[in-house]
């Protein structure tokens, strides 16, 4: 996952950790990352269930 940040209620979904932490300034962010080693899917959503959807919704194309 990106940079160093602490995720909290992280799940798994799939090959793709969702996890929700704050950003540099105070706002709450929700990032699906595949864990994949050649996948590299990451992004940042600002809802939970937007970031959740994406995850379930992820066709890994490292699989
Ligand atoms: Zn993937």
């Known amino acids: ?3 160093k940040r602490r995720f909290r209620n ?3 979904i799939g090959p793709v950790q969702v ?3 704050y950003d540099q300034r ?3 962010k929700h990032t699906a990352a595949c ?3 050649r ?3 990451s992004t940042e959503y600002d809802s939970r269930s937007a ?3 994406a995850a379930r919704t992820h066709r890994c194309p490292a699989r």
């Open 19 to 21: 996890g929700t932490a």
């Open 39 to 41: 996948c590299g899917f």
């Open 51 to 53: 970031a959740e959807l």
């Open 26 to 28: 105070g706002q709450e």
């Open 35 to 37: 864990t994949a080693p």
């Open 10 to 12: 992280v799940v798994r």
């Open 1 to 3: 996952m990106a940079a």
